[in-house]
């Protein structure tokens, strides 16, 4: 079985900075993709950023230069460094894999967490 803990989240003010991490357990064979997600209330969730095995990045427009998104394979770790912060950013994030087990390949989400951009 695959798990996520995904932690970071917090209240910033705007212009501010936050770091998530997200960490996979489990008996994974290979991660194909690893990515963020943000849910903000009222509206649904949505790609944030992600990172494929190859290392080939894809960002949300609405984040592009100033979010980053990296990984340790070795440690089956995902970040992501957000960096002048907006009010509109505030949602809780999640961590997402693409992964292959003994099971096959399937999608795994971490639990979640609350990012506040407030002043």
């Known amino acids: 079985q695959v798990q996520l803990g995904d932690s970071g989240g917090g209240l910033v003010q705007p212009g501010g900075s936050l770091r998530l991490s997200c960490a996979a357990s489990g008996s994974i064979f290979s991660i194909n993709a690893m990515g963020w997600y943000r849910q903000a209330p009222g509206k649904q969730r949505e790609l944030v950023a992600v990172?494929?095995?190859?290392?080939?990045?894809n960002y949300a427009d609405s984040v592009k230069g100033r979010f980053t998104i990296s990984r340790d394979s070795a440690k089956n770790m995902v970040y992501l460094q957000m960096n002048s912060l907006k009010p509109e950013d505030t949602a809780v994030y999640y961590c997402?894999?693409?992964?292959?087990?003994?099971?096959?390949?399937?999608?795994?989400w971490g639990q979640g967490t609350q990012v506040t951009v407030s002043s």
């Open positions: 997402n894999i693409d992964a292959t087990t003994w099971r096959g390949r399937h999608e795994y």
């Open positions: 990172i494929i095995s190859g290392g080939r990045t």
